[in-house]
T-cell receptor, first 112, second 114 residues
């Protein structure tokens, strides 16, 4: 599975959009981009995933560049409850053991 | 409510005293997995199970055992805990090991071995 690079931390004002970048320059054609978040030592929570098209669900939007070497998770109207560590994970759909490889993630602080 | 339930949430034990951390899911998921989380090391997979009676090692299986006698339960067993197993543990489940829709994690078990 390809490696990802994320900023260590970011701040965002409450009510504004939070844009979290992720670099995955070695991504392969059969690898998906997944985003999870972890709120204060709770279990990680699945947010969204995509292959090459932009994706949107009730939680967030995922923008993947055309060359697929980077992506951005967008929380359109961040709230204080979105303060968490956000993990960008690249993996093939079919991997032995189905494991997720979590990096260090981005610690997002949403401030009033 | 669809969920993965771990028990206990917190546990302090002594070296060498066998313990079991339970994990149960109510979503009829086939795939279940255990992770541990340590500062600076992130989350690492301990064991996984693709279905009843089918289990396999993850990246850090030493010192742990698992069993999968029923679809809903996947207990983690520490036969002789040691201080280096002090960690935050998470159980996860999904409809398949290669699920398209992401995994559901439990709330975690914080284990301290003294």
């Amino acid at each position: 599975d390809a490696k990802t690079t994320q900023p260590t931390s970011m701040d965002c004002a409450e009510g504004r959009a939070a844009n979290l970048p992720c670099n995955h320059s070695t991504i392969s054609g059969n690898e998906y981009v997944y985003w999870y978040r972890q709120i204060h030592s709770q279990g990680p929570q699945y947010i969204i995933h995509g292959l090459k098209n932009n994706e949107t669900n009730e939680m967030a939007s995922l923008i993947i560049t055309e060359d697929r070497k980077s992506s951005t998770l967008i929380l359109p109207h961040a709230t204080l409850r979105d303060t968490a560590v956000y993990y960008c994970i690249v993996r093939v759909i079919y991997n032995q053991g189905g494991k997720l490889i979590f990096g260090q993630g981005t610690e997002l602080s949403v401030k009033p | 409510e669809a969920q993965v339930t771990q028990n206990p949430r917190y546990l302090i034990t002594v070296t060498g005293k066998k313990l079991t951390v339970t994990c149960s899911q109510n979503m009829n998921h086939e795939y279940m997995s255990w992770y541990r989380q340590d500062p600076g090391l992130g989350l690492r997979q301990i064991y996984y199970s693709m279905n009843v009676e089918v289990t396999d090692k993850g990246d850090v299986p030493e010192g742990y055992k698992v069993s999968r006698k029923e679809k809903r339960n996947f207990p983690l067993i520490l036969e002789s805990p040691s201080p280096n197993q002090t960690s935050l543990y998470f159980c996860a489940s999904s409809s398949g090991q290669n699920t398209y829709y992401g995994y559901t994690f439990g709330s975690g078990t914080r284990l301290t071995v003294v």
